[in-house]
C-alpha cells in the first residue's frame, strides 16, 4: 500500500499537472496578428525602423542605427530594441503573435507566475533565449519568433531592460525575454517590476505629467503615387503634430514646387561625412545633419564644416535613449547637452531640429521638445538597412529615392552607410533631372 506521504506527492503533481495543462490551453487562443505597413525603428527586419541587432552601452561607431555611443546609450537595434528608423520591412519569419494570448485576470495569487498582460508596441521586436542581445533569437521548429505591434504576451518577470514573457506559438505556450520598453503592462494590472526597468519614468512625479506618455514609434505606409504617405497613428497624435511642432513632411508646400530635404543621420563618424559633404557641395545641395555628443567630440571639425558649408546641424541627443522612457530632467539633459559641446567644439548655435532617437516619441517629449524651441523631425522617405555596416551590399538608395520621392518628402538618410555615400550623386542628379529643388528645414511653418 502506499504511505500516506506517497499519496500526497502524487496528488500534488496531479494539481500541478492540470494547472499547467490549463495555462497552455488558455495561452493557445488566437488572435491576428497586426501587420505594419513599412514606414521606419525604426525598417527590414522590422517594419518601421532599421535592422539588426544593438547591444547596449555600444561604442561609438560600433554599428547601430545611428547610436550615440555611449554607455547610456538605449539599445536601438531592430527587433530587440526597435531602432525606429526607416522602413519598409517585410514580415518577420514567424509572428508568435499569430496566436498571441488573450488578457486573462491577474490575481493577488503570489504563486502566480504571470504578472502582468501587456501589449507590444514595436512594429516588430524579436524574443530571445535571454536577457541580452547576446542570446540567439527564439526559434520554433526551425523558424525565428518575432512580434509584431498590438500583439498580446503575459509577462513573467522584469530582467534588467528586458521582460521575460509568455508567448503563444501555434499550439504551444512558449518562454522567451524580450525588450522591455516596447511592452506595455496593462494599467489595471497592477505591476510593478516595470519600475525597475532602466529609464522607466514615473509620469505622475514629473511637470509633463497631463501629457500622454505612451510610446509610440514612428511609421507610415508608403505609396506609388509619389504623393505624401499616410502617417502611422493617422487617427492619432500624429493628426496633432502641428500642435507640437513636429514634421514627417511638408504639408504645405505651393502649387507646382518641387522640394525635397535631405537629412542625415549621424550618431557616429564611420569615415563617409567628407565624402558626403564633397557630394553635397558639388550639387550645391543643403541638408540637416542630425548628431550626437558622441559625433561632435570624434570629428569636431567635420561637425563644424557642415556649418561652414550652410548645412543645418540639428539635435540626435547625447546618449539615443527611448526619450519617452526618460525623465523631463534627463531629455532636458539629452538635448541641452549636445547644444552646449556643439557651440564649443565649433563656436556655431546648434540649428533647433531634434530627430528622435530610433523614432520614438510620445506627446508628453514633443511637448518637451517644443517647450525647448525644437521642431520634431520625423520622415516620409528612408532607406532599408542603411544604417547597418553588415548589409551594405543589399542597400539600394538610389532605388529607394525613385520609388517614393514626393514634394514636400523629408529623406532619412544615414550618414554613416558607404552604401549611401557612394549613391549620393546619382540620387542628388535624379532629383535634378525631375525638377526638384532641395529645400532646408527652417522652411517648415
Known amino acids: 500500500m502506499r504511505s500516506k506521504r506517497a499519496k500526497a506527492m502524487i496528488a500534488a ?6 494547472a499547467t495543462i490549463a495555462l497552455i490551453v488558455f495561452l493557445v487562443t488566437k488572435i491576428n496578428a497586426n501587420k505594419n505597413n513599412d514606414p ?17 552601452g555600444a561604442a561609438a561607431g560600433t554599428q547601430a542605427p545611428d547610436p550615440a555611443g555611449t554607455a547610456d546609450n538605449t539599445p536601438g537595434g531592430t527587433v530587440d530594441e526597435n531602432n525606429g528608423q526607416p522602413t519598409d520591412t517585410p514580415a518577420p519569419t514567424e509572428s508568435a503573435a499569430a496566436t498571441a494570448t488573450p488578457t486573462p485576470a491577474i490575481t493577488d495569487d503570489p504563486n502566480s507566475p504571470i504578472k502582468a498582460n501587456a501589449t507590444v508596441s514595436a512594429s516588430v521586436l524579436n524574443v530571445r533565449t535571454g536577457a541580452s542581445t547576446e542570446h540567439s533569437k ?38 522567451g525575454y524580450s525588450y522591455a520598453p516596447y511592452i506595455s503592462p496593462d494599467k489595471d494590472s497592477g505591476f510593478k517590476g516595470v519600475s525597475a526597468i532602466s529609464g522607466a519614468v514615473d509620469i505622475e512625479s514629473e511637470r509633463y505629467k497631463d501629457y500622454d506618455n505612451i510610446l509610440r514609434e514612428w511609421w507610415y505606409e508608403r505609396n506609388s503615387t509619389h504623393t505624401i504617405p499616410t502617417p502611422g ?3 492619432d497624435i500624429s493628426a496633432r503634430f502641428a500642435d507640437y511642432d513636429a514634421y514627417y513632411a511638408n504639408l504645405n508646400v505651393a502649387e507646382g514646387d518641387k522640394v525635397i530635404y535631405i537629412t542625415f543621420d549621424a550618431g557616429y563618424e564611420n569615415g563617409y561625412t567628407t565624402q558626403i559633404l564633397d557630394t553635397l557641395k558639388k550639387h550645391n545641395a543643403k541638408a ?13 571639425d567635420i561637425a563644424k564644416r557642415m556649418k561652414d558649408e550652410g548645412h543645418l546641424v540639428g539635435n540626435h541627443t547625447k546618449n539615443h535613449p527611448v526619450l519617452p522612457n526618460k525623465t523631463d530632467e534627463q531629455i532636458e539633459d539629452e538635448l541641452t547637452s549636445v547644444e552646449v559641446l556643439f557651440k564649443e567644439k565649433t563656436g556655431y548655435e546648434l540649428d533647433r531640429f531634434i530627430r528622435p532617437p530610433q523614432g520614438d516619441f510620445s506627446e508628453r517629449t514633443l511637448k518637451i521638445q517644443q517647450d525647448m524651441g525644437y521642431k520634431t523631425i520625423f520622415w516620409s522617405l528612408a532607406i532599408p538597412n542603411d544604417w547597418d555596416n553588415t548589409k551594405q551590399d543589399k542597400v ?7 520609388a517614393d520621392h514626393h ?9 554613416n552607410s558607404s552604401a549611401n555615400a557612394n549613391a549620393l550623386d546619382s540620387i542628388l542628379t535624379f532629383l535634378e533631372n525631375e525638377g526638384y529643388r532641395f529645400g532646408t528645414l527652417d522652411e517648415l511653418k
Not at 539600394?396 to 525613385?402: I, M, N, T, V
Open 13 to 18: 503533481i496531479s494539481v500541478m499537472s492540470l
Open 40 to 56: 521606419s525603428g525604426n525598417i527590414p527586419d522590422q517594419t518601421n525602423t532599421a535592422g539588426t541587432d544593438i547591444t547596449p
Open 138 to 175: 527564439l526559434t520554433v521548429d526551425g523558424k525565428e519568433i518575432s512580434l509584431s505591434r498590438n500583439d498580446r504576451v503575459q509577462i513573467l518577470e522584469a530582467v534588467d531592460d528586458w521582460f521575460r514573457i509568455m508567448i503563444a506559438v501555434g499550439d504551444r505556450a512558449v518562454e
Open 233 to 235: 497613428y493617422a487617427n
Open 288 to 300: 540637416c545633419f542630425f548628431v550626437t555628443t558622441g559625433f561632435i567630440r570624434e570629428v569636431p
Open 396 to 402: 539600394d538608395s538610389l532605388g529607394r529615392f525613385k
Open 407 to 415: 514634394s514636400g518628402c523629408i529623406a532619412l538618410v544615414h550618414a
